[in-house]
């Protein structure tokens, strides 16, 4: 039987202009899909479609481009599939694993509510049993929520190594569709590599704890699991996060004063994948690229060295 080649993505969010954290993710996935002689998706998420817009997509794609990565097929916009986000939906709805709830955030947010020390809470079910004439008796409408287990997971990720999950404890019962009606990443995220066929998902550290909520999802669905990697983040010399917020580090400024080998060799350098900061393109990379150089500690980059040629 013919080996299955991989397929990786670009999923950005067409909110901004992409900034140094998203090159840098960005790069890898392409780079690990290449060097396997894999194909690229490109996929917008725009389901918050107050903060994202097609002039912001337009200029996504054309950063790809300015920097080398290029893909092979891109599926459509998150906001144009609810429709098939709502088929999903009724498969779980259907094994009786969803249930409306009514929550509001003061009350989920609340400080008796229990939160993890990262300050994200863990939604203590209180929905979950509900009878109908309970449910009758609100008059808004409800998000809707599937039911998690009591078991672990395990993550295996190509970067940070492997890691155990239990979103009973780690989270509670998941949103999968908000009160408004807009289904939530993680359902869409889901669907959509699933759909495409991604066999591998990379992407900013920031997001690890979605890698066992989406695993769930898959399993619900019959998706396989892809394989994962979490990027390090970037920090500044101060050991600050690089952030959106941190508009001089934005491919709009950055353009106007670097190549994109200069870029490219720049986050190489950092992450342990060439030994001198020397421009390089994406593909001169893809023909070395092995997970195993790739640094798994959070990156400090003096970005005003780099402008200054040092
Ligand atoms: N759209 C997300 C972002 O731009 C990435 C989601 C993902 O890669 O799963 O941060």
């Known amino acids: 039987m013919a080996e299955l080649k991989p397929v990786g993505r670009f999923a950005p969010t067409p909110s901004g202009r992409m900034h140094l954290g998203n090159v840098f993710a960005a790069l890898l996935a392409w780079l690990s899909a290449r060097s396997q002689d894999g194909e690229m998706v490109l996929r917008m998420e725009d ?25 092979d097929r891109e599926t459509p916009a998150q906001s144009t599939r609810s429709r098939i986000y709502d088929r999903y939906f009724r498969l779980l ?17 609340s400080p008796d509510a229990p939160h993890l020390s990262d300050g994200t809470y863990v939604y203590p079910g209180t929905c979950r049993d509900l009878t109908d004439r309970q449910r009758a008796a609100f008059s808004r409408s ?10 672990v997971w395990n993550l295996e990720d190509r970067i940070q190594g492997p890691s155990q999950w239990n979103l009973a404890k780690d989270c509670g019962d998941m949103v999968v569709r908000r009160a408004d009606g807009v289904y939530v990443y993680q359902l869409a ?3 959509d590599d699933g759909l495409a066929g991604v066999t591998e998902v990379v992407r900013g550290m920031d ?3 979605s890698a066992p909520r989406q695993m769930y999802l898959q399993e619900l669905w019959g998706f396989p699991h892809p394989e994962y990697a979490h990027v390090p983040m970037l920090l500044a010399p101060d050991g600050r996060r690089l952030s959106k917020r941190d508009r001089d580090l934005d491919l709009g400024a950055l353009r106007q004063w670097l190549r994109p080998q200069s870029l490219v060799g720049a986050l190489a350098f950092a992450c342990g994948l060439i030994d001198r900061r020397e421009p390089v393109s ?3 990379l893809a023909a070395e690229f092995t997970w195993e150089k790739v640094r ?4 400090r980059l003096d970005v005003s060295a780099l402008l200054n040629g040092g």
């Open 282 to 284: 994406p593909r001169e």
């Open 296 to 299: 798994r500690e959070d990156l």
């Open 93 to 109: 709805e259907e094994r009786g694993l969803l249930y409306p709830c009514y929550c509001t955030r003061s009350q989920l947010h």
């Open 47 to 71: 389901l918050d479609t107050q903060r994202t817009s097609e002039a912001y997509a337009r200029i996504i794609r054309e950063d790809l481009a300015w920097l080398g990565l290029d893909y």
């Open 142 to 151: 409800p998000a809707w929520r599937v039911r998690v287990p009591d078991r």
């Open 207 to 209: 997001l690890l704890s």
């Open 189 to 191: 995220v889901t669907v």
